[in-house]
């Protein structure tokens, strides 16, 4: 059989599991093609950690060149533009075609969507901005401490708590935590969507450190002026330190392309296909029922590699995602 040009967006959870997966298993006779911006992966469930102390970020980061051991060529560049009639995708280093396309774009966060005065607002969902956040609490020894969400879909729903949780934590190790109120918002119904074990679970573990909840907390701006971040309905946080999880989008290309909306692209639950032929959606880019995770990511990372390199060597069995998580 001719080479074929298997090529994967995104070096992220999701895209980094299928390049190693391809690249080992049909790496040798057909061209495996990652493209990243960035020429790291970040382990993004390590930022909490790294806030709290316990990771560096050198720790938690890894050259994509290093994917090259594993028959995968990497290509540092953003991605401008996919184009599924012409079956190309395009970078700085121009048109690439291909046979078979994998996205794994992940979904972006979007800080200046949150009204007023935003840049006041840390969060922790992206390797610059948790090294900021690090610094800031660092030189935070007493106050008010406002964290919460501003709008969901985000990246790993359970992540605002355990950074709740573990922020908590470290004021307690520092021995400052009684000069610390902490308030936790969220414009959800309650943790989590509001209802079941899980959101029960966040409660209790808020609870019991002295983080006061306030669901329904739709944010109507931060007021950089009153060191207050206000809400639709009129109640008011006053803050010395802000923390809101940003709202994230799609990456624009897919949008751009016309493969996704705001939500994601559609694709089979099962196949991870999408209506165009031998384009897949993985990862948080994909319009699923499930969480944004990166063990989601992984696990439709696998079926997509291994149904395609089933496809190009007739190896083995199709397969399809059985997920073993939420
Ligand atoms: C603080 C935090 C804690 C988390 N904790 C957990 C956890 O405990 N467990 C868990 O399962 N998940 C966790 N997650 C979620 C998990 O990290 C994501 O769900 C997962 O990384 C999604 O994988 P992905 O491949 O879809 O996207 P990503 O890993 O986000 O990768 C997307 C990649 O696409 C690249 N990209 C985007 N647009 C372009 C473009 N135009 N051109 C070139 N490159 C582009 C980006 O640079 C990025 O490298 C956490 C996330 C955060 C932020």
């Not at 009639?85 to 774009?105: M, N, P, W």
């Not at 031998?278 to 990862?283: E, P």
């Amino acid at each position: 059989m001719a080479r074929k040009n298997v090529v994967i967006l995104g070096g992220g959870s999701g895209g980094a599991v299928a390049a190693n997966h391809l690249g080992e298993s049909i790496g040798k006779d057909h061209n495996v093609i990652l493209i990243d911006k960035k020429p790291q992966h970040y382990y993004q469930s390590s930022y909490l950690w790294m806030v709290r102390g316990w990771r560096e970020p050198q720790d938690i980061s890894r050259d994509l060149t290093t994917i090259e051991r594993r028959n995968v060529r990497f290509i540092n560049d953003t991605i401008t533009n996919i184009d599924t009639d012409k079956r190309t995708v395009t970078t700085g280093h121009g048109e690439l075609a291909y046979d078979y396309l994998i996205s794994s774009l992940g979904f972006q966060t979007h800080p200046e969507m949150i009204p007023g005065d935003h840049h006041l607002a840390h969060h922790t969902w992206e390797m610059d901005a948790a090294i900021r956040f690090r610094d800031a609490l660092k030189n935070f020894t007493a106050g008010r401490l406002v964290i919460g969400i501003s709008s969901p879909p985000y990246r790993c729903p359970p992540g605002p708590y355990e950074a709740a949780w573990l922020i908590e934590d470290g004021l307690v190790e520092r021995g400052i935590r009684n000069n610390v109120t902490i308030d936790f918002f969220t414009s959800e119904p309650g943790p989590l969507g509001g209802s079941g074990q899980p959101s029960e679970f966040m409660r209790e573990h808020l609870d019991r450190r002295g983080i006061k909840l306030h669901n329904d907390f739709v944010i109507d701006r931060v007021d950089g002026d009153a060191s207050t971040l206000r809400a639709t309905d009129g109640r008011e946080l006053p803050f010395d330190l802000l923390f809101i999880v940003p709202p994230h989008r799609p990456s624009q290309v897919l949008i751009d392309s016309g493969l996704a909306t705001e939500a994601g692209v559609d694709v089979d639950v099962d196949t991870l296909a999408t209506k165009w032929e031998n384009v897949y959606a993985i990862g948080d880019s994909a319009n699923m029922p499930a969480s944004k995770a990166g063990v989601v990511a992984h696990q439709e990372a696998d079926v997509v590699a291994h149904n395609i390199a089933h496809e190009l060597t007739g190896h083995g069995q199709p397969t399809r995602l059985r997920l073993h998580t939420l």
